[in-house]
């Protein structure tokens, strides 16, 4: 499965597989710059990107660990086979790694959600094997995503204004919401047409729509037309929190 980024942006993408449960590789393609995302079961596990600011080495150096210690393992080692091998030499401890790892991870995704043109492709096939476990939170990702994209694109997105809008049961544990988006949730007692939300929601109707493509990539409302890019499943429940296993990259 592949297609262009401007036909489905990365959130949406990431939202997808995260609501319909799918494990896999996940491929993006924005000029030169490239990275992979994988899943397992509806959670993401890992990420790598050939960005040399995003690289595992630029990290571990950031949290302190010494060059001078880096510079007898091969530059080109793919990350997770370096974080083994500093694992092995006790130069970095199982659960530093993790936190270091987190931290590379977090920040590959967010820049990878930012593309708006490029390239995807989805293999269901890939999997990885025997890495360290990661706890990534992907709610606040992809709402921070869903709340830096343009006015036009969020109205592009929502273009029916007839669309029904839903409550998830994860807006009763939702936090670090603006008080704009906890209005708007505040107004969903019951399923609502688009139009009818943007007209109780106290703001802008540019500004509304931001805010429930926001909330709807986070999990925090449901929307009855997704524009899905994979067939054949059923979101099963909207993505909240991840928590899984990791390897590597393109």
Same mark, same amino acid.
């Given at each position: 499965?592949?297609?262009?980024?401007?036909?489905?942006?990365?959130?949406?993408?990431? %939202?997808?597989?995260?609501?319909?449960?799918?494990?896999?590789?996940?491929?993006?393609? =924005?000029?030169?710059?490239?990275?992979?995302? &994988?899943?397992?079961?509806?959670?993401?596990? +890992?990420? *790598?990107?050939?960005? $040399?600011?995003? $690289?595992?080495?630029?990290y571990?150096?950031?949290?302190?660990?010494? !060059?001078?210690?880096? *510079?007898? +393992?091969?530059?080109?080692?793919?990350?997770?086979?370096?974080v083994?091998?500093?694992?092995?030499?006790?130069?970095?401890?199982?659960?530093?790694?993790?936190?270091?790892?987190?931290?590379?991870?977090?920040?590959?995704?967010?820049?990878?959600?930012? /593309?708006?043109?490029?390239? /995807?492709?989805?293999?269901?096939?890939?999997?990885l094997?025997?890495?360290?476990? #990661?706890?990534?939170?992907?709610?606040?990702?992809?709402?921070?995503?869903?709340?830096? @994209?343009?006015?036009?694109?969020?109205?592009? $997105?929502?273009?029916?204004?007839?669309?029904?809008?839903?409550?998830?049961?994860?807006? *009763?544990?939702?936090?670090?919401?603006?008080?704009?988006?906890?209005? #708007?949730?505040?107004?969903?007692?019951?399923?609502?047409?688009?139009?009818?939300?943007?007209?109780?929601?106290?703001?802008?109707?540019?500004?509304?729509?931001? %805010?429930? &493509?926001?909330?709807?990539?986070?999990?925090l409302?449901?929307?009855e =037309?997704?524009? &899905?890019?994979?067939?054949?499943?059923?979101?099963?429940? *909207?993505?909240?929190?991840?928590?899984?296993? @990791?390897?590597? !990259?393109p």
């Open positions: 499965m592949n297609g262009q980024l401007s036909e489905h942006p990365p959130p949406e993408l990431i %939202h997808e597989i995260l609501a319909k449960s799918l494990a896999g590789r996940l491929q993006l393609q =924005h000029d030169r710059a490239k990275a992979v995302i &994988y899943f397992d079961n509806g959670q993401l596990v +890992y990420a *790598a990107s050939n960005l $040399r600011n995003l $690289r595992l080495r630029e571990l150096v950031k949290a302190g660990i010494a !060059a001078g210690a880096l *510079a007898r +393992y091969d530059e080109g080692q793919p990350d997770l086979e370096l083994k091998a500093l694992g092995t030499d006790h130069v970095l401890l199982p659960e530093r790694a993790r936190d270091i790892l987190t931290k590379q991870v977090t920040d590959i995704v967010r820049v990878a959600m930012s /593309w708006s043109e490029g390239t /995807w492709d989805f293999d269901p096939r890939a999997r094997e025997g890495a360290p476990i #990661l706890k990534l939170d992907t709610r606040p990702l992809l709402l921070e995503a869903g709340r830096r @994209t343009p006015a036009k694109v969020a109205a592009a $997105r929502l273009a029916n204004p007839a669309e029904f809008i839903l409550a998830t049961s994860n807006m *009763a544990t939702a936090d670090n919401l603006l008080p704009a988006e906890v209005f #708007l949730l505040s107004r969903v007692e019951g399923p609502i047409p688009l139009r009818d939300l943007v007209a109780v929601s106290g703001v802008s109707e540019n500004e509304a729509l931001i %805010h429930v &493509y926001s909330l709807a990539l986070a999990g409302l449901r929307r =037309h997704w524009k &899905y890019a994979f067939r054949g499943q059923v979101p099963t429940t *909207a993505p909240a929190s991840s928590l899984s296993q @990791t390897p590597e !990259a």
